[in-house]
């Protein structure tokens, strides 16, 4: 994996309109996510640099990426799955199944699905699968024990477990299973 060379002409506005970028090695591209409520794709080989842009239902708080998917989670609790080979539309559209606003989501390195935290400290374990049985494997939990709202939650989803890091220092480990 080589790192990314993007020419100095449009560095400077992918990082100012970015909350979020994320670089798709097998592709070599760049996805980003942006308060202005889209996603953009960039590739640094193309003589335009940008791609497409792709509106969302809100501001880009997080995203990642799973095999060719990428989950978006913006304002509004709304988490959108895309497909990087079919950009048309959206794969998925779903609320998040936590009260609070989405601040964090991560990618099962199976593919399968994802975790999706929140400003109280909740996580949720979703899938990618729309079928009944497989939504009935999801669930949630409570990260953190303290009474104080969490100002950030960091997920570390490695082989199976989830790290939840938050700005204290404090972590959780769960395991991914009920």
């Known amino acids: 994996m080589r790192p990314l060379q993007p020419p ?13 970028l994320i670089f798709v090695s097998r592709l070599d591209v760049v996805v980003t996510g942006s308060w202005d409520e889209t996603i953009k794709i960039w590739d640094s080989r193309a003589q ?11 501001r ?17 609790r709304h988490v959108w799955l895309w497909d990087l080979r079919r950009m048309m539309e959206p794969e998925q559209r779903r609320e998040s199944s936590l009260k609070h606003q989405t601040r ?3 990618a099962y390195i199976e593919g399968d699905g994802f975790a999706i ?11 990618f699968d729309p079928a009944p049985n497989i939504q009935a494997k999801k669930y949630a939990f409570k990260c953190h024990r303290v009474r104080t709202y969490l100002r950030l939650l960091t997920l570390f989803i490695i082989h199976n477990s989830i790290d939840a890091v938050d700005q204290s220092g ?4 769960a395991r991914v299973s009920r």
């Open 8 to 20: 100095q002409s449009y560095l400077p506005p992918l990082l100012e309109e970015s909350s979020i």
């Open 48 to 58: 335009t640099p940008l791609i497409g842009t792709y509106k969302q239902p809100g």
């Open 60 to 76: 880009v708080y997080t995203m990642d990426m799973s095999g060719h998917r990428v989950v978006v989670g913006t304002s509004g």
């Open 104 to 106: 964090v989501l991560g």
């Open 117 to 127: 935290g929140s400003t109280e400290g909740r996580v949720a374990m979703e899938y």
């Open 170 to 173: 404090g972590w959780r480990r």
